[in-house]
């Protein structure tokens, strides 16, 4: 059974704004937090920014902090990140996760990843 399934990538110019959603199933967010991690080619997977389901706290990585949002909606059991003046930088495979903590060891399920392409 998918927990986690990710939509909204794309190609954008450089500047430009997308949309990411993630839609979780109740066992899924049972692990207290939704998570987005974001993993470019040929790089390791980083932490990009998470929220509480229960609490709604927030927190960013500092390279996204101003420029990304984070958001969920209870009533379609839906996380969204917002992504404005995109830079090519952030172009990576991104991912959501289930988990208690931001640590990725902690992390309980995966999605299996949306792709974002920034070009300059």
């Known amino acids: 059974q998918v927990q986690l399934v990710e939509s909204g990538g794309g190609v954008v110019q450089a500047g430009g704004s997308l949309r990411l959603s993630c839609a979780a199933s109740e066992r899924a967010l049972s692990s207290h937090a939704i998570h987005w991690f974001r993993q470019p080619p040929g790089k390791g997977r980083d932490f990009v920014a998470a929220?509480?389901?229960?609490?709604?706290?927030?927190y960013y990585a500092d390279s996204v902090k101003g420029r990304f949002t984070i958001s969920r909606d209870s009533s379609l059991n839906t996380v969204y990140l917002q992504m404005n003046n995109l830079k090519p930088d952030d172009t990576a495979t991104y991912y959501c996760?289930?988990?208690?903590?931001?640590?990725?060891?902690?992390?309980?399920?995966w999605g299996r990843g949306t792709q974002v392409t920034v070009s300059s």
């Open positions: 929220i509480g389901w229960n609490s709604g706290s927030t």
């Open positions: 996760a289930a988990g208690p903590t931001p640590a990725i060891a902690t992390m309980e399920y």
